[in-house]
C-alpha cells in the first residue's frame, strides 16, 4: 500500500526519531512509504491562535504536497485533527473556492497513526516488543477530535513484553494546549504538574502520548522534576522489535 | 458596563493568583470533581441522551433564527394574562426600569431569586444606589452577597468556599442584615442550612416585592420556568404582592412542549440530578392566587449583537447548566473569578467578549483561556461548539486589536507563517535550528530568553535535533544529500 507521511513540523525538526518510528512501522507492515518533500506544517498554530490569514501558506503547501494519495499518515492526532477540521475553516477564511475544493479532497485522506493501523490496516499486533512498565495519556484531540477511542491502547496492549499502566484522570489535558503554555504558563504547568503526579503515581518507565507536543510539555515537566521518568512516542514503542534487543 | 466585573487583571494574572492558593484549588478540586461525577452518572442513565442534547441544541437554533417573531408572540402572551413586558437594550435601561418599578411600589427592600441576568447587569448595585436593598435568598448567593465577596461559578457561586470558610463568614456578617447566626454555629453542613433558614424567613415574610430571573420563557403561554434546588424561589415567586422577572433575549422556547427536552437536560447536566426539586412556572396574574403585579424586563446587553455573528451566535444556546465549568481543566485550576465575568469557565470565555467586545485587554484574554481540549463541547446540553467559538473569537481578537503586543505576535506569527508557507525556507530554518541541536547535544534545555522563558520556568525545552526527519530522509533515501 502506497502511504505518504506526514512528518509534522514538530516531528520533523524536534522529534525526528518519532517519524523514524513511525517509517519503520509502516514498513513493517509492508506500506511503501513516500515523504512528500513539499510538506512544511498543518497550520495548526496559527490557526489555534487566531492567525486564520497566515495559516493559509501552511494549508496551501500541505494540499500541494499531499494531493492525490490515497493515504497519508501522521504521527499526530493534534495536527490530523487540524487538518481534518480547520483546513475547511482557514480555506473559506481565505475565499479561495480553488483552496477549499482542494482540501476537500485531500483532508479525508489523511489519518493518525492509530487510525491508520487499526482502521485502514486492520492490524492491532504490529509485532512489537517492548518490556517496560508504561502509561498512556490519550491526547485530547485524539480523543474528542478524532474520536480515537482505545485503538492507541489496543496497538499497546498487543506489544509483547509491556506493562500497560491505567493512568488516574487518563482523558483530562495535559495542560499544553499550543501557545496556551505560553500564554497561560501558570495554569498550563499546574495542569501538568497534576498530570505528572498521577503518571508517578502509576510506578510506569515510560510515558507513551500520540502526540509529540503533549510529550514535549509532560516530558519538559518530567525531566525538570528529575524522577527518571521518559516520555515516548506510541510509534517509538510499536517500532521496536525482539530482533533489536 | 455597570456591575460587570471587567476591571480585574486580564485571565493569565489573575489565574496564576489563583493558582497559588492551595486553599482554592483543594476546595475547586473537590467540588468540580463531585459535580462532573454525579452528571456523568445520570447522564449515562439514558440511552437517548445524544437525541436529547440535538433536540435542545436544534429547538434552540430555530428559536434563535425567529427571535423577533418569538419574542412579539412573547409579549402578546404575557399581556394577554395580565403581566407588562418592558424592554431593556442594556443593563443601565434595566436597571432604570426595574428601579422604577421598585419605587412605584412604594417598597425599600426586595427578595431575590438567583438569577445571572441581574447579576450581568449588576442590578444589586443599581437598587442600592436608589435606598433598595435586594436580598439574595439562594444559600450560595446568600454567602457571598454576605461576604461582599463575587460568585465564582454559575451553579455554585461560593464554590471556591469550604464550610468552615461559611461559617466564619456567616458568624461574622448575618448579623448585619438581619437575623444573626447562632453563636455556637459549627462547620455541620445541617447547621449551617439551619442558621440560612433563619436569616432568609424573616426576609421572605418582610418582603413585598421579588425580583428573578427565568430559566425558560415560553412564547406561546406567556410563561416563566424557573428550575432551582432549595425552594427560595418558590417563596420569592408566591408570597410577595409584587414580581419583577429579568430575562435575556435567548431564554425563548416556542412552545410549551419544548420545556420537555430542556426539563430532562439542564438538571442532569447542571446538579447531576434526575429532576430538580422545584420547579416553578408562573403565567401572568391570578386573583387571590401569588403576586398581583407582574412584570418581565426582557434584556438585549448586547445579545443582538452576538446573534448577528454566524458562528458566535451558538452561545446564545446556553442554558446556564455549568457543565462546561465543572468538566474545564483550565476552569478546575484558575476558579471562577480569574474569568472577572459573571459567566466564567469556557461559555464565559465564549460569551463575554461576545456581550462586551475584545476592546479591553481583560476580555481579550478570555478566547486565550483554554486548551481547546474539547471537554466542554462534549458535556454541553445544547452542543455549543465551544472550541471552535473559541478559535473563531481569537481571530476576531487578532483582526481588532492593534497594541503594541498585539503588532508584535502578529509580526511574529506572519514570520512563522512565511517559513511554513514554503519547504525550502523551512528546511534552511531547520538546518539552523539543528547546529544549535548539535551545540546543545540531546539535552534539554533549561533556561530561554524571554517570551521562551515563560516555557522553561518550569519545564525543560526539548533542543532542536541535530538532523531533521527531512534531512535524514534527503541522505538515507533520496541520495541527493544535502542540496535542497
Known amino acids: ?245 | 458596563m455597570s456591575g460587570v466585573d471587567l476591571g480585574m487583571p486580564a485571565f493569565p494574572d489573575a489565574a496564576r493568583q489563583a493558582v497559588r492558593d492551595a486553599q482554592l484549588r483543594h476546595n475547586l478540586g473537590r467540588a468540580t470533581n463531585t459535580i462532573r461525577n454525579k452528571r456523568a452518572a445520570v447522564v449515562d442513565e439514558l440511552d437517548d441522551w445524544e437525541q436529547l442534547r440535538a433536540s435542545g441544541a436544534a429547538i434552540k437554533a430555530h428559536t434563535l433564527s425567529r427571535l423577533d417573531t418569538y419574542l412579539e408572540q412573547f409579549e402578546s402572551a404575557v399581556t394577554a394574562v395580565g403581566g407588562t413586558v418592558h424592554w431593556a437594550r442594556d443593563a443601565a435601561e434595566a436597571n432604570r426600569i426595574v428601579t422604577d418599578l421598585v419605587r412605584e411600589t412604594g417598597e425599600t427592600e426586595a427578595v431575590k431569586v438567583k438569577s445571572m441576568a441581574t447579576q450581568e447587569i449588576g442590578l444589586n448595585e443599581a437598587l442600592a444606589s436608589a435606598g433598595i436593598s435586594a436580598w439574595e435568598t439562594d444559600l450560595a448567593e446568600l454567602i457571598v452577597q454576605l461576604d461582599e465577596d463575587r460568585p465564582s461559578h454559575i451553579l455554585v457561586p461560593a464554590i471556591h468556599r469550604n464550610r468552615s470558610e461559611i461559617r466564619e463568614i456567616f458568624r461574622r456578617e448575618m448579623a448585619g442584615s438581619g437575623t444573626p447566626a447562632p453563636t455556637d454555629l459549627t462547620a455541620d453542613p445541617v447547621q449551617l442550612a439551619e442558621a440560612a433558614r433563619h436569616h432568609l424567613r424573616d426576609k421572605f415574610l418582610r418582603a413585598n416585592v421579588a425580583i428573578s430571573g427565568a430559566n425558560f420563557a415560553v412564547a406561546e403561554t406567556g410563561s416563566l420556568v424557573v428550575v432551582e434546588s432549595e425552594g427560595n424561589g418558590r417563596m420569592c415567586l408566591t408570597m410577595p404582592e409584587h414580581l419583577i422577572s429579568v430575562v435575556g433575549i435567548e431564554k425563548l422556547v416556542p412552545s410549551w412542549r419544548d420545556l420537555e427536552v430542556f426539563l430532562q437536560l439542564l438538571p442532569r447536566s447542571s446538579t447531576g440530578e434526575r429532576m430538580n426539586p422545584y420547579t416553578s412556572v408562573w403565567n401572568g396574574v391570578t386573583e387571590g392566587d401569588g403576586p398581583s403585579s407582574f412584570h418581565v424586563v426582557l434584556l438585549d446587553n448586547g445579545r443582538s449583537e452576538a446573534l448577528a455573528d454566524e458562528i458566535g451566535s451558538q452561545a446564545l444556546r446556553c442554558i446556564r447548566c455549568s457543565a462546561c465549568l465543572n468538566v474545564c481543566p483550565v476552569y478546575e485550576r484558575a476558579g471562577g473569578h480569574a474569568y472577572g465575568s459573571v459567566y466564567p469557565g469556557p461559555i464565559g470565555a465564549v460569551l463575554t467578549p461576545q456581550l462586551y467586545g475584545v476592546e479591553s485587554e481583560d476580555t481579550a484574554s478570555l478566547p486565550y483561556a483554554s486548551t481547546l481540549c474539547g471537554a466542554c463541547y462534549d458535556v454541553c446540553p445544547v452542543a455549543i461548539e465551544i472550541p471552535e467559538l473559541l478559535v473563531h473569537l481569537r481571530n476576531r481578537t487578532v483582526r481588532e486589536r492593534k497594541g503594541w503586543f498585539d503588532r508584535l505576535s502578529s509580526t511574529a506569527m506572519r514570520g512563522l507563517g512565511w517559513v511554513f508557507g514554503d519547504s525550502k525556507r523551512l528546511g534552511r530554518a531547520q538546518r539552523i535550528a539543528s547546529l544549535g541541536g548539535r551545540l546543545f547535544g540531546r539535552r534539554g534545555i533549561g533556561r530561554l530568553p524571554w517570551p521562551l522563558s515563560r516555557w522553561t520556568d518550569a519545564r525543560d525545552a526539548p533542543a532542536p535535533a541535530p538532523e531533521s526527519f527531512r534531512q535524514w530522509w534527503e541522505r538515507n533515501r533520496t541520495g541527493n544529500g544535502d542540496e535542497r
Open chain 1, 1 to 245: 500500500m502506497r502511504v505518504a507521511l506526514f512528518a509534522t513540523c514538530l516531528g520533523d525538526t524536534l522529534f525526528p526519531g518519532a517519524v523514524r518510528a513511525t517509517l519503520r512501522v509502516l514498513e513493517r507492515l509492508g506500506c511503501t512509504v513516500e515523504f512528500p518533500p513539499g510538506q512544511t506544517c498543518c497550520g495548526q498554530m496559527h490557526t489555534n491562535t487566531g492567525y486564520h490569514e497566515q495559516a493559509v501558506p501552511a494549508v496551501r503547501s500541505f494540499v500541494a504536497a499531499f494531493e492525490g494519495y490515497d493515504h497519508v499518515v501522521a504521527p499526530s492526532g493534534s495536527c490530523v485533527g487540524s487538518i481534518r477540521h480547520q483546513h475547511g475553516i482557514v480555506a473559506e477564511h481565505s475565499g479561495d473556492r480553488k483552496l477549499s475544493e482542494a482540501v476537500g479532497r485531500v483532508s479525508p485522506h489523511v489519518h493518525e497513526l492509530s487510525e491508520f493501523l487499526v482502521d485502514v490496516l486492520g492490524v492491532t499486533d504490529v509485532g512489537a516488543y517492548f518490556p517496560h512498565r508504561v502509561t498512556y495519556h490519550p491526547t485530547c484531540h485524539s480523543l474528542r477530535m478524532l474520536r480515537v477511542g482505545d485503538k492507541p491502547r489496543r496497538l499497546l496492549s498487543e506489544v509483547r513484553g509491556i506493562r500497560l499502566l491505567e493512568l488516574p484522570e487518563a482523558e483530562q489535558c495535559c495542560g499544553f494546549g499550543g501557545t496556551f503554555a505560553l500564554k497561560n504558563p501558570d495554569v498550563s504547568v499546574a495542569m501538568g504538574a497534576d498530570k505528572t503526579r498521577h503518571v508517578r503515581e502509576t510506578g510506569a518507565e515510560v510515558l507513551c502520548a500520540s502526540d509529540s507536543s503533549c510529550l514535549m510539555h509532560l516530558g519538559g515537566l518530567l525531566d525538570r522534576q528529575r524522577e527518571g521518568i521518559r516520555t515516548m512516542h506510541l510509534a517509538e514503542i510499536l517500532a521496536g522489535t525482539e530482533e533489536d534487543r
